[in-house]
């Protein structure tokens, strides 16, 4: 496999995390669509290879089978800060421009907090748009 771990990653447009991570499988397949039909997660996201791969790479993760039970059941055991704590961790990312917008900000993390999870500092820079404030959490220039 090719090892990338070296590289910067910037997610250049990204919301912050809902509190609330606890799920059952029909939510958590409604992440993966954008479909608004309610039959979608329930009829179709668990075959497509986009979510049958991110099983596979989810297993790795949580030390447990690459079924879709088993990523649920490790994923639910944790509280919500030590979830967000260990994919930040994991995923490498270098620089998160979040878009405030949506969710509500009383059902998600605020960026300071997910700036304090990630060990990462936290600016305000301003978008296109004007009177559009996004954050951008970026790593101190060593992580705490």
Known sequence: M???TGIAVVDN????VLLNQQMDALQFRSYFTEATDASF???HVHNSIYYTWFLRQAAKFYGCAAREEEVLAMRNSMDADTLLERLLGTA????????????LSDQCYTPEHMGE???WTLSYCKDAA???AHA???PCSRRL
């Not at 447009?13 to 912050?16: F, M």
């Not at 490498?92 to 969710?103: E, G, K, S």
Request: net charge negative; with cysteine; charged share 15%.
């Open 2 to 4: 090719l090892d990338l």
């Open 13 to 16: 447009h990204c919301h912050p």
């Open 136 to 138: 951008a959490i970026h």
């Open 92 to 103: 490498h990312i270098d620089t998160l421009i979040l878009d405030p917008a949506y969710p």
């Open 117 to 119: 999870l990630g060990h």
């Open 41 to 43: 997660p329930e009829k």
């Open 130 to 132: 004007p009177g559009n």
